[in-house]
Antibody, heavy 126, light 107 residues
Framework: EVQLVESGGGLVSPGRSLRLSCTASGFNFDDYAINWVRQVPGKGLEWVSG????????GYADSVKGRFIISRDNAKNSLYLQMNSLTSDDTGLYYCTRGSGVRSLQFNDQTLFDYWGRGTQVTVSS | EIVLTQSPATLSLSPGERATLSCRASQTVRSYLAWYQQRPGQAPRLLMYDTSQRATGVPARFSASGSGTDFTLTISSLEPEDSAIYYC?????????FGQGTRLEIK
């Protein structure tokens, strides 16, 4: 069974940092792109960042570029999101998602999200 | 970036009725349009992709159509478990974007 489990969320003050983790199981992690998608109440779903299967970043949303850093460790079946200079606009539920294409570098395969974790809540507030 | 506009914002129907949800793109997305279902308290679930392909395990009462900028998700005969928010998503252009969602309530 494919599983994606997020962790690392919490309450943090504006300007501080947080590191999210996503641990995968039930599939060959090396073969798939993995992404972060966040859900902000009243604003719906927003793709944040992704990491392709072969070690390159898919990119970052403009709203987080320069502040967030994505990385992955295939030996640990894990994806990470280092979030710096957090603001209240970063508050939301952060989901780890799998891109459906096996060993694909096509953007549309990397961003068809066929499995989602349950999410980890990030709250930025003083 | 491509903006997706979903309508209506809320739909309230009875079991057995037919639901029609719309998604309009600000520019063509060809056939790279997907739909996700989010039930209360759950993560989104992939429902349809490439306009009209059902994802694994999705019941046949779900169908979708469209091309270019106008797309439709149809649920032929509503079940109570179809109560959810439905989002469309485009994957033709970076960044991938989602619509704001349609809330479907089953009376």
């Amino acid at each position: 069974e494919v599983q994606l489990v997020e962790s690392g969320g919490g309450l943090v003050s504006p300007g501080r940092s947080l590191r999210l983790s996503c641990t995968a199981s039930g599939f060959n992690f090396d073969d798939y792109a993995i992404n972060w998608v966040r859900q902000v109440p009243g604003k719906g779903l927003e793709w944040v960042s992704g990491f392709s299967w072969n070690g390159g970043s898919i990119g970052y949303a403009d709203s987080v570029k320069g502040r967030f850093i994505i990385s992955r460790d295939n030996a640990k079946n894990s994806l990470y999101l280092q979030m710096n200079s957090l603001t209240s606009d970063d508050t939301g539920l952060y989901y780890c998602t799998r891109g459906s294409g096996v060993r694909s570098l096509q953007f549309n395969d990397q961003t068809l999200f066929d499995y989602w974790g349950r999410g980890t809540q990030v709250t930025v507030s003083s | 970036e491509i903006v997706l506009t979903q309508s209506p914002a809320t739909l309230s129907l009875s079991p057995g009725e037919r639901a029609t949800l719309s998604c309009r793109a600000s520019q063509t997305v060809r056939s790279y349009l997907a739909w996700y279902q989010q039930r209360p308290g759950q993560a989104p679930r992939l429902l349809m992709y490439d306009t009209s392909q059902r994802a694994t395990g999705v019941p046949a009462r779900f169908s979708a159509s469209g091309s270019g900028t106008d797309f439709t998700l149809t649920i032929s005969s509503l079940e109570p478990e179809d109560s959810a928010i439905y989002y469309c998503q485009q994957r033709i252009s970076w960044p991938t974007t989602f619509g704001q969602g349609t809330r479907l309530e089953i009376k």
